[in-house]
């Protein structure tokens, strides 16, 4: 149940800024995924996007990113009440860095079929065998999420066609 100040247009608002994180990732060639952790004040603690090529770290994940932000800031790895967004649904890796922080809330925008484990492949929030139990709420402006994930995938996919000569023209009839 979602309280007063948390009406669907309270959680877009803060949505809308990770989806402007994951365009500072699409902007350098990474995986467009953007995530904002805001704490029990509405005060944006971290803000991160994907950074794996850049950092050559395969944990530099949106969400490991805004998560390290705000432990540093905070000089204490537990980050209880927060808030974090994130425009796709979180990865297992990303999942126990959340659960680990002890964050509150996670809401998401897109699910991510192929990786994500809040509902896709696992669905962690509900494994009562874990110590940590988190909130977690969906959909929040997912044809946008979606859309830039797709928009990236599909301009890859064109840009690998092209570098291995198969840019829909067929050898045969030239």
């Not at 790895?77 to 979180?90: F, H, M």
């Amino acid at each position: 149940m979602l309280k007063e100040d948390e009406s669907p247009g309270y959680h877009e608002s803060f949505m809308r800024k990770a989806l402007e994180a994951a365009g500072q990732a699409q902007k350098t060639g990474e995986v467009p995924v953007g995530a904002v952790l805001v704490g029990e004040d509405d005060q944006i603690l971290g803000v991160g996007y994907n950074q794996v090529i850049a950092l050559s770290d395969p944990t530099a994940h949106a969400e490991i990113l805004a998560l390290r932000q705000a432990a540093k800031t905070h000089v204490n790895y537990r980050l209880p009440g927060t808030t974090l967004y994130v425009t796709i649904e979180p990865c297992l890796m990303c999942a126990g860095a959340i659960l680990q922080a002890r964050v509150k809330k996670l809401v998401f925008g897109a699910y991510d079929p192929k990786g994500g484990v809040f509902g896709s492949l696992y669905n962690l929030a509900q494994d009562h065998r874990l110590n940590h139990r988190i909130e977690v709420i969906s959909g929040i402006l997912a044809g946008e999420a979606q859309s830039i994930m797709q928009a990236f995938f599909r301009h890859k996919r064109s840009e690998e066609r092209y570098r291995s000569g198969r840019n829909g023209v067929d050898s045969k009839s030239t």
